[in-house]
């Protein structure tokens, strides 16, 4: 990635978004392609000051108006997070929502925006990304990836349940309660990709910041995408705690 295709505030985003990638990748949340980040940069933006080689127009799944204009930096398609932290630029693009909300141009990616494709999981991306706008909450940034204890847990019938899940989690690290205040939201098992995991997804974020996918992964949102990191980080500790409990001997805990 060249330095001068992207000011100060872009390059410390995608930076930062390395750094993430870097630690999904070690901490094995992240098996071959999995996990997917957006962010919307449009204060930021434009990208480069000269001509810009934009790709086609593209049409979305979807309309999403409240996104029309916006300018979201996304992972692309099949796309390792091992090679998103090594090379950035050849992993990530701009792409820009057309007046309509109903179409995409990608305004800039290191590698030849005709060539580039979004994550699988765009459809939900974008529903979350046009529900915080809809919502003017400062949410800006969305990470999806699949924390082993977390997703485990969904696999047990009595933490399928919202309430379940959270009173759990508080128990096994107290500080959850403090850097997680709105607890974690729950939708079921949804075919990953689809409209319906987006909209059952953006449901939940009316409660939450955080949502589980049953089975899947985890879906988390916020301000900034090193914290939001680690806010998954320490909900999963929780979750490794009940396990490393659980294999200690019988748990004496009531729901």
Not at 58 to 71: D, I
Not at 170 to 191: D, N, S, W
Not at 203 to 227: F, K, N, P, Q
Request: proline share 6%; aromatic share 8%; glycine share 8%.
């Amino acid at each position: 990635m060249k330095k001068n295709e992207l000011n100060n505030n872009l390059t410390g985003i995608v930076c930062a978004i390395r750094e993430v990638a870097s630690r999904l990748w070690e901490k094995g949340w992240a098996e071959k392609n999995a996990g997917n980040i957006s962010i919307n940069v449009s204060p930021f933006m434009p990208v480069r000051s000269g001509p810009v080689k934009y790709s086609a127009t593209r049409k979305l799944s979807g309309r999403f108006p409240a996104l029309a204009g916006q300018s979201l930096l996304i992972t692309a398609t099949g796309s390792r997070m091992r090679d998103l932290a090594r090379d950035p630029g050849s992993n990530l693009a701009i792409v820009r929502i057309n007046g309509r909300g109903d179409a995409y141009q990608v305004v800039w990616s290191g590698r030849d925006p005709l060539l580039f494709a979004p994550t699988s999981e765009f459809p939900s991306h974008l529903a979350i990304q046009e529900f915080f706008r809809i919502q003017r909450r400062g949410n800006k940034a969305v990470l999806h990836t699949h924390p082993d204890e977390l997703v485990a847990l969904t696999h047990i019938p009595v933490y399928q349940n919202a309430r379940n899940l959270n009173r759990l989690l508080r128990a096994m690290h107290p500080e959850i309660e403090y850097f997680i205040p709105r607890g974690v939201g729950l939708v079921p098992l949804l075919k990953p990709g689809s409209p319906a995991l987006g909209r059952a997804t953006v449901r939940s974020l009316v409660r939450h910041d955080i949502v589980l996918w049953e089975r899947h992964g985890c879906l988390a949102t916020g301000s900034d995408i090193i914290d939001i990191f680690d806010l998954v980080d320490i909900m999963n500790k929780a979750a490794k705690i009940f396990f490393l409990r659980c294999a200690a001997g019988p748990l004496k805990f009531r729901l």
